[in-house]
């Protein structure tokens, strides 16, 4: 490629480096400053009680994180209305530090008449886009707003092994717009492999014909490598797991599973069920991607809704307290 005296070049191709330059080093500068500032992550678990939202939530992050292991007693009534309950948690790994905040929903599904049920959830989602919203819109702005923001929905579905409720369908279609519902097949030790594979295929079938889109969405692959590897996982879902916190030894190694007079259901081991899946799934490859998604996909809309309704871009005063419910 031949450089002209201005030394730019603007072709597409991408020019040929005389010599070492150093751009590579950007990767790590991001990584230094990611590891100073740490990062948010919220999660909310949303299905009816017993289903071992809890449980699962602490397997997963190893460590006692639930909302439950923060000293609400086990025995605790189900609330009359669906009540919106945050714990949050600093969890510090390898030098990285997040700051992890799990939103349950207890009373969710658990009454008689559950019309409705998803509109506090709905409510609290909103809550948080809007207070983004007015952090974003301040005349001076916080260096980094507190991202409180649902960055993915565990949705969990009961192991009936026979089709989704007229509950799960309506709670997945409403928002399944303004945050990125995953949904989990719960205690599915309870079905037998062929089972679990049938009632897989039947919820994603329900989920198609209901035109619910789950994460990850179709719309927002990005490009052939991504399609591909979002295909798989979209495929296997909705994942069919199994939470457990104890420890039990098989053939000399500790594993975390649930003891039963007939064996022992290891959760991390693929050949039990998909919670390896799910772990790998949701921390260790689209834990950024969903982040991201919330961003610029679910928080955007909101943000264009809300500024569209307000008149365009004047401050939005925070003794305006109209939310508006999307």
């Given at each position: 490629?031949?450089?002209?005296?201005?030394?730019?070049?603007?072709?597409?191709?991408?020019?040929?480096?005389?010599?070492?330059?150093?751009?590579?080093?950007?990767?790590e500068?991001?990584?230094?400053?990611?590891?100073?500032?740490?990062?948010?992550?919220?999660?909310?678990?949303?299905?009816?009680?017993?289903?071992?939202?809890?449980?699962?939530?602490?397997?997963?992050?190893?460590?006692?994180?639930?909302?439950?292991?923060?000293?609400?007693?086990?025995?605790?009534?189900?609330?009359?209305?669906?009540?919106?309950?945050?714990?949050?948690?600093?969890?510090?790994?390898?030098?990285?530090?997040?700051?992890?905040?799990?939103?349950?929903?207890?009373?969710f599904?658990?009454?008689?008449?559950?019309?409705?049920?998803?509109?506090?959830?709905?409510?609290?989602?909103?809550?948080?886009?809007?207070?983004?919203l007015?952090?974003?819109v301040?005349?001076?702005?916080k260096?980094?707003?507190?991202?409180?923001?649902?960055?993915?929905?565990?949705?969990?579905?009961?192991?009936?092994?026979?089709?989704?409720?007229?509950?799960?369908?309506?709670?997945?279609?409403?928002?399944?717009?303004?945050v990125?519902?995953?949904?989990?097949?719960?205690?599915?030790d309870?079905?037998?492999?062929?089972?679990?594979?049938?009632?897989?295929?039947?919820?994603?079938?329900?989920?198609?014909?209901?035109?619910?889109?789950?994460?990850?969405?179709?719309?927002?692959?990005?490009?052939?490598?991504?399609?591909?590897?979002?295909?798989?996982?979209r495929?296997?879902?909705?994942?069919?797991?199994?939470?457990?916190?104890?420890?039990?030894?098989?053939?000399?190694?500790r594993?975390?599973?649930?003891?039963?007079?007939?064996?022992?259901?290891?959760?991390?081991?693929?050949?039990?069920?998909e919670?390896?899946?799910?772990?790998?799934?949701?921390?260790?490859?689209?834990?950024?991607?969903?982040?991201?998604?919330?961003?610029?996909?679910?928080?955007?809309?909101?943000?264009?809704?809300?500024?569209?309704?307000?008149?365009?871009?004047?401050?939005?005063?925070?003794?305006?307290?109209?939310?508006?419910?999307?």
């Amino acid at each position: 490629i031949s450089h002209g005296h201005g030394g730019s070049h603007s072709s597409s191709g991408g020019s040929t480096l005389l010599g070492y330059i150093g751009i590579d080093t950007i990767i790590e500068q991001m990584r230094k400053k990611t590891m100073k500032t740490g990062f948010d992550f919220n999660i909310m678990v949303v299905g009816p009680s017993g289903l071992g939202k809890s449980t699962l939530v602490n397997t997963l992050f190893k460590s006692q994180v639930s909302r439950k292991s923060a000293g609400w007693a086990r025995d605790e009534k189900i609330p009359k209305t669906v009540e919106i309950k945050s714990v949050s948690h600093v969890i510090e790994e390898g030098g990285v530090k997040m700051k992890l905040t799990i939103v349950d929903t207890p009373g969710f599904g658990d009454q008689i008449n559950n019309d409705n049920c998803w509109e506090p959830i709905s409510k609290y989602i909103n809550e948080q886009f809007e207070k983004f919203l007015k952090e974003e819109v301040n005349i001076t702005r916080k260096k980094r707003i507190p991202d409180t923001r649902v960055h993915c929905c565990l949705y969990f579905i009961p192991p009936t092994g026979h089709c989704l409720r007229q509950l799960d369908v309506e709670f997945m279609r409403r928002l399944s717009h303004s945050v990125n519902i995953i949904p989990v097949i719960a205690k599915s030790d309870t079905m037998t492999i062929e089972e679990r594979q049938e009632f897989k295929q039947r919820v994603r079938k329900e989920l198609e014909n209901n035109g619910i889109e789950f994460y990850p969405q179709k719309e927002f692959d990005d490009d052939m490598e991504d399609k591909s590897d979002n295909d798989k996982i979209r495929e296997t879902m909705p994942f069919a797991v199994v939470g457990s916190d104890k420890e039990h030894q098989v053939n000399g190694k500790r594993v975390l599973g649930r003891k039963t007079a007939w064996g022992i259901i290891e959760v991390e081991n693929p050949n039990h069920c998909e919670f390896a899946q799910l772990r790998d799934f949701l921390i260790r490859s689209h834990l950024q991607d969903l982040k991201e998604v919330t961003h610029n996909i679910h928080y955007e809309t909101y943000r264009a809704k809300r500024l569209n309704d307000n008149g365009g871009l004047h401050p939005i005063s925070s003794n305006d307290t109209q939310e508006s419910n999307l």
